[in-house]
Nanobody, 127 residues
Framework: QVHLVESGGGSVQSGGSLRLSCAAS????????LAWFRQAPGKEREGVAS????????YYADSVKGRFTISQDNAKNTLDLQMNSLKPEDTAMYYC????????????????????WGQGTQVTVSS
C-alpha cells in the first residue's frame, strides 16, 4: 500500500521560502516516479517537479525552475520540495504524487498519469 502525506505548507511573504515534505510509504523507492503538483482555485492542476531517484533525474516546470528543488531522502522516506523566492502566483494547494515507473520512463511529470496522491498542503504567498 502506497501512502503519501504532505506537510510544510503555510503562509509567507513574497520572496520567502518554504520546504514541503511528503512522507512516502513505498516498497522500493527507485521503482517509483515521485512528483509535486499544485492547483490553485479555478485553475487546472499543474506539474511542478518530478524525480526518478535511481539516477537522480529531475524535471521542473519552467515557472519554478531555478527557484524550487525537488529531492528524495530514502533514509527518511520523504520527498521534499524546497521553494525559494516564492511569488504570489505560487499560491496553491500542493500535492505529493507517485506512480510506478515503467521501462523507458524517465519520470517526467507530464508523461504518465500519477495514481497515488496525498491530501495536499496549502501554500499561500502574499504580495
Amino acid at each position: 500500500q502506497v501512502h503519501l502525506v504532505e506537510s510544510g505548507g503555510g503562509s509567507v511573504q513574497s520572496g520567502g521560502s518554504l520546504r514541503l515534505s511528503c512522507a512516502a510509504s513505498l516498497d522500493t523507492a527507485s521503482n517509483y516516479c515521485l512528483a509535486w503538483f499544485r492547483q490553485a482555485p479555478g485553475k487546472e492542476r499543474e506539474g511542478v517537479a518530478s524525480i526518478w531517484a535511481g539516477p537522480g533525474l529531475v524535471y521542473y516546470a519552467d515557472s519554478v525552475k531555478g527557484r524550487f528543488t525537488i529531492s528524495q531522502d530514502n533514509a527518511k522516506n520523504t520527498l521534499d520540495l524546497q521553494m525559494n523566492s516564492l511569488k504570489p502566483e505560487d499560491t496553491a494547494m500542493y500535492y505529493c504524487a507517485a506512480r510506478r515507473r515503467t521501462s523507458g520512463d524517465g519520470c517526467f511529470y507530464g508523461r504518465y498519469g500519477y495514481t497515488y496522491w496525498g491530501q495536499g498542503t496549502q501554500v499561500t504567498v502574499s504580495s
